[in-house]
Structures are given as C-alpha cells and as structure tokens.
C-alpha cells in the first residue's frame, strides 16, 4: 500500500501569519492528493485537492503544492484567522488499491488571536 | 443534498452487549467507507465498498466486526461483542467511486463501559 508521512504533528501560529503542513508519499503511482479539514466534533471536510497532474493549486487563503519527483506535496494558509484552527490531515490514493484515502497522521493547528 | 447520515450520534454501552452503527450514503455515490478514529491510531479504514461489494476489508480489526451494505443507500457496521478499547469515533464516508472527493458523515461516537 501507500504511506503518507505529514509534519509536524501541531503548529502554533500567530493570527495573520502563514502556516505550512507538509506530507511525504511512498508510491511514485499515487494520484490524488487531498486535504482535509476537522473541527471539534465533526467529520473531515475536504478544503482543497490537487492531482498528479498538476503542481500548484490555489483557493483564496490556501494553496496546496505538489513534488511529484520528492514526493511530497503541502498546504499553505495565508492569513491565518482563528476559525483556520482544527486539525488537518493529508492523503493520497494510490489507484492500485481502489479508491482508499491513505491519510497522515494530522496536524492540529491553532491560530493565536 | 443531505450529505452523508448516521445513526446513532452518541451511543453507550456495556461491554459484550452488541452494537449497530447505521450509514445512509449520499445519493448516486457508488463507494463506500468506514473509518474509526481514536487519540492514539488518528483515522483507520475498517472496510470500503463499491457498488454494494465489500472489497478491502483488512482493517476491520477481528471477527467481532463486521459490516454490510444491502443496497446503495444503507450500510451497517456491527461489533458483537463489543469492548472498552472499542471506544472510538466511527465515521461513514461515500464517493462517486475512482480517485476523488470522500463526503464524510458526522461521526457516531461509541463508549463501551
């Protein structure tokens, strides 16, 4: 299978600053990449995703990037606001495999007034 | 839409009683998923489905689980008998099948006493 690596664990940060998440790949065939925010209590929602394709990939305050040669691909936030806090997590499906989301490990993120 | 539905939200039992977790998947997504989230193991797949089939099963963690999906638009995830370390967050998702978007639902979280 697929094994996604994401760091770090927790990030602090100042409101209005940028925060970074990054997840490595293991299987050079996987696909699709997307990101997934969770608030206190509820389900995963997917923010943005990118496919191999593609490098960059940008909404409003968040981008994600992908390295198909290191393998490894990041979310950005610009801006960060109190609501960005939550935890996120990363994930890539590897086609050989079906349709299974192999997900990192999160990162809880929390933005300093 | 909906979204993606279950049911219980919260449910509470003794160990060794038999639990049932419910999934209406949304409409005309083809693919199914169960997860289980928990502090120490972060988000795990027990089972996937597409087209009502169950096709990768390997996380489902022993005998005492199993789960089903009779027709498009219910599933059932079943621990008999459950067990305290049991205690999770159990999440159904659904997709439209291929490498693409999981809709997660709200989550039914489960204490075994």
């Known amino acids: 299978g697929e094994n996604v690596e994401q760091h770090p664990s927790t990030l602090s940060v100042q409101e209005g600053d940028s925060a970074v998440i990054k997840c490595t790949y293991s299987d050079s065939a996987s696909n699709y990449f997307p990101w997934y925010k969770q608030e206190l209590g509820k389900g995963p929602q997917l923010i943005i995703d990118?496919?191999?394709?593609?490098g960059e990939k940008k909404d409003q305050r968040i981008a994600v990037t992908l390295n198909k040669t290191a393998k490894h691909f990041s979310l950005h936030i610009t801006e960060t606001q109190p609501e960005d806090s939550a935890v996120y997590f990363c994930a890539a499906i590897l086609p050989s495999t079906g349709n299974q989301f192999y997900f990192g490990t999160g990162t809880s993120l929390t933005v300093i007034p | 839409d909906a979204g993606v539905i279950q049911s219980p939200r919260h449910e509470v039992t003794e160990m060794g009683q038999e639990v049932t977790l419910r999934c209406k998947p949304i409409?005309?997504?083809?693919?199914l998923f169960w997860y289980r989230q928990t502090m120490m193991r972060g988000l795990e797949l027990l089972i996937y489905f597409n087209n009502n089939v169950p096709i990768d099963d390997s996380g489902m963690p022993e005998d005492r689980f199993s789960a089903k999906m009779p027709n498009a638009s219910f599933s059932t995830l079943k621990i008999q008998p459950s067990e305290p370390r049991d205690s999770a967050v159990y999440f159904c998702a659904s997709s439209r099948g291929g490498p693409t978007e999981q809709y997660f639902g709200p989550g039914t979280r489960l204490t075994v006493t």
């Open positions: 409409s005309g997504h083809n693919s």
């Open positions: 990118i496919r191999s394709n593609v």
